[in-house]
């Protein structure tokens, strides 16, 4: 089951239906089912907090994922800020609204196996986020 979550912010204006719908044909094009995940949309307050309390990072981020998969069934909290996806918004040029569905399925592809830290990971997973991306606007 997907869940969607605010913390200290308003509820983005997402198509809940289509998003989840989406969330799971991607999940399913790694082999992956969706088990529990939950989105939690918060504010750079809050996920700062959750960076500096859970992974000892001192600085804002877009997404935290927590990753409880097992095997082929994909589960997680992914915090989302969504100042932060604003403001990355604005730097990249892009609308929120797709800045947004780029972070929403960046945790997903977090928890289907995709890093971004190691070299030449960040590539991968733009190029994944962009596929993913363009499955959308087939929807």
């Known amino acids: 089951m997907i869940s969607y979550y605010t913390e200290g912010v308003k509820m983005p204006d997402i198509k809940r239906r289509l998003t989840t719908s989406w969330v799971r044909r991607i999940a399913a094009l790694y082999g992956k089912k ?16 959750v960076n500096r309390e859970y992974l000892n990072h001192d600085y804002y981020t877009d997404i935290i994922t927590f990753d409880y998969s097992e095997a082929d069934v994909i589960s997680g909290d992914i915090f989302i800020s969504v100042n932060t996806v604003l403001s990355n918004s604005h730097d990249q040029q892009v609308s929120y609204d797709e800045e947004l569905r780029r972070v929403i399925i960046h945790g997903i592809l977090h928890l289907c196996g995709i890093n971004d830290k190691g070299p030449g990971e960040r590539q991968v997973m733009e190029k994944e986020e962009d596929k993913a991306l363009s499955l959308w606007e087939e929807l």
């Open 34 to 49: 969706v088990g529990d995940v939950a989105y939690i949309f918060c504010n750079d307050e809050k996920i700062l907090k």
